[in-house]
């Protein structure tokens, strides 16, 4: 995998939608079918040539891509910021359990077989995703509280979606080390990656 901005601007942007899409969940209990798809999309795209390739293109990132360049611009989503910050630092203790690595990788692999009989983002395999988040990220700390309405995140199916999406946010935090993203990335190369945000912004169609 290339280690340049553009690389690490595609996953910290991955980032950003897999935690908008939680706060979605958290506030309001609705989640955008096709945004929620990509960061599913993400999780079982274990073996690609390339960043924009485990979410199916940039298109699909428009929504992380614009949160991305307005952050880098100003910052304001303190709520994202801390989700972000706690998934770089789960992601970091992940890399350095190789038995927990393995287990998520079978257990990925075997929700990818289930994709045969039901659509990505099924209850059931939305379901099986959140339970292999609690299964393998929930054993390690900081554990990510949630923020929300009490009368989402009391829904089982919420909780689910929930914990899915943290999973597609550990999958872009893995991304974003493997792009040559660290702990000094985001202060050093602060403009830099506001630059590639906004140039692949300005990539998409309108």
């Known amino acids: 995998m290339q280690k340049t901005d553009r690389e690490r601007a595609i996953a910290l942007a991955g980032i950003f939608q897999a ?3 939680v706060r979605d969940v958290a506030y309001k209990g609705q989640v955008a079918e096709a945004d929620f798809a990509v960061c599913l999309q993400s999780i079982m795209c274990l073996d690609a040539p ?3 390739s485990v979410y199916g293109g940039l298109s699909g990132l428009r929504r992380g891509l614009t949160l991305l360049a307005d952050e880098l611009r100003t910052p304001r989503e303190m709520e994202l910021a801390r989700y972000t910050v706690n998934l770089l630092v789960l992601e970091r203790k992940l ?4 038995a927990l690595l393995q287990r998520m990788r079978e257990g990925i692999g075997a929700i990818a077989g289930r994709l045969d009989h039901f659509a990505l983002t099924h209850e059931n395999i939305v379901a099986a995703l959140a339970e292999l988040y609690s299964q393998t990220i929930s054993k390690l700390t900081p554990r990510i509280m ?3 309405d009490p009368a989402h995140l009391n829904r089982s199916e ?11 946010g550990i999958r872009s935090a893995v991304l974003w080390r493997q792009a040559g993203g660290g702990r000094l990335t985001l202060l050093l190369r602060r403009n830099a990656l506001l630059r590639e945000a906004r140039r692949l912004l300005g990539s998409l169609p309108h």
């Open 95 to 98: 890399s350095a359990d190789r």
């Open 50 to 52: 390339d960043v924009e």
């Open 158 to 168: 919420n909780a689910d979606r929930i914990r899915a999406l943290l999973l597609a």
């Open 19 to 21: 935690t908008a899409l």
């Open 146 to 148: 949630v923020n929300g």
